[in-house]
Structure formats: C-alpha cells, structure tokens
C-alpha cells in the first residue's frame, strides 16, 4: 500500500482520538483473555493491523475510521454506547464458546477516561481517520524488518528484532503516550551498556531522554523518504552498539 499523507489533523490534536480508541480497543484483548489459550509473553493479546482494522486473536475486529466492532457479520458501532456496553455486546457474540477467564479489561495504566461516558466519534472521527493512515504508513514501513502487532497496553505497532543471547532491538510506531504526546517511531537496542556511545540519527532523529531509545517524532514533517531514512540509520546503529 502507498504511503498515505499525514497531516490532515496537527499530531498532537490526535490525543482525544488516540485515548478513545485505545480504550475501545481493550474489547479486543479481553475477548483474548477471555476466550483465547495465553501466551507466556501476553502475545494472545495482541492485535493485527489489516487495512485499517485491528483484528484480535478471538476473532472481534475494530474498524478504525468506523469506529466500529465486528464479529463475523455482525457489528456494533461504538458510537454512543459504553465500554461495558461494548464488552457486553462481545461477550454475548462470542457466548458460544466456553470463556476460559471471563470477559474484562485489564489494570494497565491506561490514558485517564471516564468510562462510564459514552464513546463519542463525531468530534474525533478526523482524528481516528488520521490514526488509522499513521498505523497503515508503520506497517508498511516495519514489515521488512520485523513481524509487528498492536499491543494493547502501549498501543504501539511493535516487534522485536532478535539479534541472539538477550540482545534485542525494538522497533514500532507508538500513537502518542505520557513521553510524546503526537505519534512517534520508536527504535530501543537492548541492553546498551553504561557509558557507551549512543550512534547518530538521521532525518530528525533523537536519542529520547524519556528512555533508552531512537525516536522520531515529526513524522508529518519528515515524510516517507525520512521515517525510511530514520528507522534504517537507527536500526543499523543500534546493530552496530549492540555488537
């Protein structure tokens, strides 16, 4: 898929939008934790990006833009209804099978909400829109280095390059979060030892002070070619400190 142009919405206007839908999205991992057989590393859990679709391992999709939950042929737009209103109606579509845990958010330290609002999509249906074609651009971008998901604690799109032994390389593109409130690319070698001497960046590129990792954070600005350009330098960076 082409690379879609950002900047329709300014990055950190995203918040409202970004907070909804990350909440929302935790239908979908309980439906996980709920329904699924766990992983040892939470990986049932985690969700893949389709063409503007989260899908989780229970098999409850979210359309993004839509701002819609899907299972099988049957949806339930968000908009309007609550969180519990939400896990209800998943529940009861996937009632079929015995659940192994019970349907439930889990206790991560989510963005502040309250969740006995309704969800709301008008004012953020541009954002959500937005979100979706920084989510689709990562995807595309990642790919070749990685196998990524969204993971439904940070919301980021990540995957891990293993590199043998403990030492890893993380890669992804994080939404926005406490550290940077617009949508980041993210590269975190692992474990860089006290005192060494962290690679250049390229393409606006910084070393984070939030922590131990390369993030570039104006995507809009730096287009294709410098989110490109950015993740190869700080991935063979990382490789190089690593070594």
Known sequence: MPWQL??????RELVPARVQLHWAAQVLAAAADGYVAPAPDDSHTAMAWQAGVLVGKAGVALDVAAFTLAIGDATFPLDGKTLADAMAWTDGRLAGVVALRGLHARNYDMPARDNNAPFTRAPIADGLAELARYYSNAAE???????????????????VIALGGDREIAIGLSPGDASYAEPYLYVTPYPIATGATLPPLVAGGQWSTAFSGAVLVNLVLAGEAGARQFLDAAIAGSRALLS
């Open 6 to 11: 950002l900047g329709s919405v300014a990055p």
């Open 141 to 159: 971008l990642l790919a070749p280095h990685a196998s990524c998901s969204v993971w439904p604690h940070h919301f980021d799109l990540g995957g």
